[in-house]
């Protein structure tokens, strides 16, 4: 039976690394601007897309979301017995190095039936301009086969934070922008993941354009 949110316990761990160390960073150090936050369904399972550029996007993005967003992880962090417990009740979800796609849409569905809001960067790797050049079907393929929407998000910035050859983040202004709830593929065929995809690159890429 699919449930409408994500553990409290999550939730209770959201928040507090939220307040105590992503946000102050987010709103201090990088003089973030968070805008949309309101378009966020606070219950039921949702697939956040969005342009990755950073190592900080994940805790970034999952900050302004105002609800824990589920990521996928490597399988070997959860074999380290401290961090294994913490990063699941965070809403991390195990996925093996090289593994087939099918493994990992397993788990995110799997992730999705429990309530919790799912983040998959539309590209699956980091871009040094932010910009999607090779969207990836996955997300709106997971969408199809859990009947979720899709909500569009851009990170401007976040590629400043961590600059090669700099071994401390550096106080890159970044903005987030969240967009229009997209419904999810009536069907499986490629032609409909490939236009909600595209759908998906150009709502992210409009708002991204904004810039701060």
Sequence with gaps: MAQDREPFISLAL????????VSPVLHGYLRGRIYGAKKVPMEGPVIVV??????????????????????MAKESLFQVPILAPAIRAYGAYPVK?????RSAIR???KQLEQGWAV??????????????SAPKLGAALIASKAQVPLLPVSLWGT??????GSALPKPAPVTVRIGELIPPPAT????????ITQRCADEIHALHELGR
């Design 14 to 21: 959201y928040h507090l690394f939220k307040w105590s160390v």
């Design 50 to 71: 969005a342009n990755h550029a950073s190592n900080f996007d994940p805790p970034l993005l999952s900050n302004c979301m105002r609800r824990p967003v589920s990521f």
């Design 97 to 101: 190095r090289g593994s087939a796609d």
């Design 107 to 109: 788990a995110a569905i």
């Design 119 to 132: 983040g998959i960067f539309l590209q699956g790797v980091r871009t040094p301009d932010g910009r999607i």
């Design 159 to 164: 590629e400043g934070i961590l600059t090669k």
């Design 188 to 195: 499986k065929q490629k032609e409909e993941l490939t236009a």
